[in-house]
């Protein structure tokens, strides 16, 4: 008879960076639904990131709110020291925390912003993911790591944001690279693209009339909410993508 594969949620805590809104937000109420407990990282808005996780609380699972800005090395460290010493054992990683900086041509942008935004969309994931594999080891979990990429990597989103498309295909090779690495383990490394989604992230990079501008480029006609982009990686994270690893799925409304 044919191996039929588990469907139910595994043990253990998923850890999502960058949770406090937008798409981070509803992915963490999307894990949680799927019966896991949620340690929600945010930057700044603990406010966000506590109504969060009281919504997380109703639906019957533990929720833990923790300062960090994966940008900083230390604060990585602290983010996971904290994660084990209240949530125990994770079972789930999701890197979504990133950031655009200003949007407009490359010419136009800084040292300091193309420095910026590698440290948190590219060196930030990496050391999240190794710190997770270090929690996946000691507890002996078939772990899952889900990084969060972009359209931008296939795009290069040029006149808007290069630098952050350049982050965005560096994280989809160490998603590669890794996978391969780990898959003995029985860790799975996966990659979600998301295209154009109705978060602040338009705003935050200087251009909140961005989504109106470019939904005509978007074969399905509008931007993702981010609930659609939640569940695909939920899918990811779940027994149900056991046999995924070492590719990042698009979603992008067929761009």
Known sequence: MDKQPNHGAPSGAVLITGAGRGIGAATALAVARDGHDIVL????NAQAAETVAEK??????KAYAIQADVGLPEDVQRLFERTEAEAGALYGLVNNAGITGQIGPFSKTTDALIEQVFRVNVL???QCAREALANFQRHGTRGVIVNVSSVAARTGSPGEYVHYAASKGALDSFTLGLAR????QGIRVCGLAPGSTLTEIHAAGGDPDRPARVASRIPLGRLAEPAE????IAWLLSP???FVTGTTVSC???V
């Open 229 to 232: 982009i939640a569940e695909a």
């Open 56 to 61: 997380i609380r109703a639906l019957g699972r």
């Open 240 to 242: 149900a993508a056991s």
């Open 252 to 254: 992008t409304g067929g």
């Open 181 to 184: 690495e780990v898959a003995a």
């Open 41 to 44: 990282n945010y930057v700044r």
């Open 124 to 126: 930030g994931a990496i």
